[in-house]
């Protein structure tokens, strides 16, 4: 399999990482594209590294567009050019709708997919959406390349990605603030932050995976730790007083709101 990635930041070098640890791709067989000298070196034990956007990517089965939404109309002209049909495009973007892909690309193989920023230690969860039917060869391909920066699920209807945006891609950053409110949380009632902080992230990372193994639904888990009368109860007196799930359920549908807007549909 050979592989292009144009825009080789955060998530492009992510998916270069993945792609090399699970020996998917040949370093010689991906084809990194950036658009400054910075990072050639770094970037260099990876694959081969070029700052144009010329015929060498019409030799790759798969092309990933990972540049920011609003650097997509600089790389779109000179894509075009060199894209042959049987390739298949796999952009990363946020809000570039597959129709604009394919109408700027002049290309009909497109996937668009929404990664979150676990991806880049293996962790990640990408949905992803297609513009035409994918043969059984490419599907395999691109399931395969996604799975290996965590999980990967097909949307039937593009539409979706606007939720799917506002759950798992902005997602991480609503763990994080969690996280943050509960342990300044700690610290003002005296914790040293240190402490603070690992009681918090131990906290999570056991509650994920009770929440996997238990067999039990949130509300069940929530039960379990709360008794009458008890600390968990007078928290949850506040959150519910101050309605702290509506909060959470107000600011998540703003997000796929804003995603809406983004990608202009
Ligand atoms: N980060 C996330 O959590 C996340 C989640 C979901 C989706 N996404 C999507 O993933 C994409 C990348 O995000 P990111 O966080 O990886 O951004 P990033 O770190 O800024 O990476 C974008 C890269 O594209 C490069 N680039 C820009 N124009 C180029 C060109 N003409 N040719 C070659 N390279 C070019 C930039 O180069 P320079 O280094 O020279 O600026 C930069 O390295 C975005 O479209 C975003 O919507 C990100």
Not at 154 to 170: K, Q, R, Y
């Amino acid at each position: 399999m050979k592989i292009s990635i144009v825009g080789c930041g955060n998530m492009g070098q992510a998916y270069a990482r993945s792609f090399r640890k699970y020996g998917l791709v040949k370093q010689e067989d991906l084809l990194l594209v950036l658009r400054s000298e910075g990072r050639r070196a770094q970037l260099g034990t990876l694959g081969t590294v070029t700052l144009n956007i010329d015929g060498a990517i019409g030799h790759s089965d798969l092309v990933i567009i990972g540049v920011k939404p609003q650097d997509f109309g600089t790389v779109a002209p000179a894509l075009s050019k060199v894209l042959r049909p049987e390739q298949v495009v796999l952009s990363i973007m946020a809000g570039i709708t597959i129709a604009r892909l394919q109408q700027e690309l002049r290309h009909q193989t497109v996937v668009r997919a929404m990664p979150n920023s676990p991806a880049q230690i293996g962790l990640g969860i990408t949905a992803y959406a297609t513009g035409t039917e994918l043969n059984m060869r490419q599907t395999l391909m691109v399931e395969q390349l996604l799975n290996s920066t965590g999980r990967a699920i097909h949307l039937e209807h593009e539409a979706h990605l606007d939720p799917v945006t506002a759950l798992s891609g902005s997602g991480p950053a609503y763990f994080f603030h969690i996280v943050k409110t509960m342990i300044d949380a700690g610290m003002a009632l005296g914790l040293e932050p240190h402490v603070a902080s690992a009681l918090v992230k131990q906290t999570m990372l056991g509650s994920y995976h009770l929440m996997e193994h238990a067999d039990r639904t949130p509300d069940e888990l929530i039960k379990a730790v709360m008794s009458k009368g008890g600390t968990t109860e007078a928290a949850f007196q506040v959150f519910t007083g101050e309605d702290l799930a509506g909060t959470l359920t107000k600011g998540i549908a703003a997000a796929s709101k804003r995603a809406t807007e983004l990608s202009g549909s």
